[in-house]
């Protein structure tokens, strides 16, 4: 169709206003499950100690004589366990120009940044506690240094995992020391037998783990587990129910919750109350020097994990 003649369109003006949206879109998951359920402490050193203990070994055979001769048995001390805090950084640049304009859909530039870069930085410390970085006490030798790093969750775990008892896929090899890596195994299938030896493992050894986090697409193996087909439960006409969120097993129940930020190879029966984050500097912002017309500011968080007792979770390992 013909346009009216000489009608002035908006392809030829210069000066209209541009139409810019006041809200900035932006997906990117910054859950922390992990972070969320474990507990928190105050360190007071980079280096940060605590002490586990267990009972003696039951004695089946504990039957003594009238008028026993006392003889006092040896006690031994409780283990103290330890870690490090690494410092984990995000940071932001923003120019005197650009922080004196008026941007789309913020105030400020500079807090806008902050505020993406302390997401980033918590899905970092997340992804770190999550794996299975392995300590790294750190040198402050001038020309040699070397960053601290933290022992990560997996790492911790890795006793509890051995190719005798299914938890590790075949060659699955715990590491030698707490600075030796884990040599992952083959990989085989989440099954529900797999999850229901692990809770007898868990349970023989006193502990009681109230929380399964996995990656995703182990949450959907979770979801598709046999005793979900007994479920009765009542749905919308138009509903599919295909989830779960709990797994009721002889031992206690488990919470399950997925996580973006871990192995999927891996799976984590926890217990909460038996790990947290030591923090010996908690998140700070902190201006930084520059020579010239912006503004820099580092976001700072030093951290570690405080596993309190390795032996109240389970890992089951090498999942395909």
Same mark, same amino acid.
């Given at each position: 169709?013909?346009?009216?003649?000489?009608?002035?369109?908006?392809?030829?003006?210069?000066?209209?206003?541009?139409?810019?949206?006041?809200?900035?879109?932006?997906?990117?998951? @910054?859950?922390?499950?992990?972070?969320?359920?474990?507990?928190?402490? =105050?360190?007071?050193?980079?280096?940060?100690?605590?002490?586990? =203990?267990?009972?003696?070994?039951?004695?089946?055979?504990?039957?003594?004589?009238?008028?026993?001769?006392? @003889?006092?048995?040896?006690?031994?001390?409780?283990?103290?366990?330890?870690?490090?805090?690494?410092?984990?950084?995000?940071?932001?640049?923003?120019?005197?120009?650009?922080?004196?304009?008026?941007?789309?859909?913020?105030?400020?530039? !500079?807090?806008?940044? !902050?505020?993406?870069?302390?997401?980033?930085?918590?899905?970092? !410390?997340?992804?770190?506690?999550?794996?299975?970085?392995?300590?790294?006490?750190?040198?402050?030798?001038?020309?040699?240094e070397v960053a601290r790093t933290t022992r990560a969750?997996?790492?911790?775990?890795?006793?509890?995992?051995?190719?005798?008892?299914?938890?590790?896929?075949?060659? $699955?090899?715990?590491?030698?020391?707490?600075?030796?890596?884990?040599?992952?195994?083959?990989?085989?299938?989440?099954?529900?037998?797999?999850?229901?030896? @692990?809770?007898?493992?868990?349970?023989?050894?006193?502990?009681?783990?109230?929380?399964?986090?996995?990656?995703?697409?182990?949450?959907?193996?979770?979801?598709?587990?046999?005793?979900?087909?007994?479920?009765?439960?009542?749905?919308?006409?138009?509903?599919?129910?295909?989830?779960?969120?709990?797994?009721?097993?002889?031992?206690? =129940?488990?919470?399950?919750?997925?996580?973006?930020?871990?192995?999927?190879?891996?799976?984590?029966?926890?217990?909460?109350? $038996?790990?947290?984050?030591?923090?010996?500097?908690?998140?700070?912002?902190?201006?930084?020097?520059?020579?010239?017309?912006?503004?820099?500011?580092?976001?700072?968080a030093e951290w570690g994990v405080e596993m309190r007792?390795?032996?109240?979770?389970?890992?089951?390992?090498?999942?395909?």
């Amino acid at each position: 169709m013909a346009r009216v003649t000489n009608s002035y369109q908006t392809y030829d003006a210069t000066t209209n206003r541009e139409d810019l949206s006041n809200i900035i879109y932006n997906i990117d998951p @910054a859950d922390t499950p992990i972070f969320s359920a474990l507990g928190r402490r =105050d360190a007071k050193n980079r280096f940060f100690e605590w002490s586990t =203990d267990t009972l003696p070994a039951v004695n089946i055979g504990n039957a003594q004589v009238e008028g026993l001769i006392f @003889a006092g048995a040896v006690s031994a001390p409780p283990a103290r366990l330890h870690n490090v805090c690494q410092i984990s950084t995000r940071d932001a640049t923003v120019t005197g120009s650009q922080e004196a304009s008026n941007p789309a859909g913020k105030k400020s530039e !500079m807090g806008y940044q !902050m505020a993406l870069k302390s997401k980033a930085l918590k899905r970092d !410390m997340e992804s770190i506690a999550s794996q299975t970085q392995a300590y790294n006490a750190g040198s402050g030798v001038t020309g040699s240094e070397v960053a601290r790093t933290t022992r990560a969750l997996e790492h911790w775990l890795s006793n509890n995992v051995s190719v005798g008892n299914t938890m590790g896929g075949t060659g $699955y090899t715990a590491p030698g020391s707490e600075t030796a890596a884990i040599v992952d195994g083959t990989q085989r299938a989440f099954t529900e037998t797999l999850l229901k030896a @692990a809770m007898v493992l868990a349970y023989n050894r006193g502990a009681e783990p109230s929380l399964l986090v996995c990656g995703p697409g182990q949450k959907g193996v979770v979801s598709g587990f046999a005793g979900r087909t007994t479920a009765r439960q009542i749905i919308g006409e138009k509903e599919i129910v295909a989830t779960a969120s709990m797994y009721a097993s002889d031992f206690g =129940d488990l919470r399950v919750v997925p996580s973006r930020w871990m192995r999927n190879r891996s799976v984590f029966l926890l217990d909460p109350e $038996y790990a947290a984050i030591a923090y010996f500097r908690p998140f700070f912002k902190k201006p930084m020097p520059i020579a010239g017309d912006a503004e820099a500011n580092l976001l700072i968080a030093e951290w570690g994990v405080e596993m309190r007792n390795p032996n109240a979770h389970q890992l089951i390992a090498d999942l395909s």
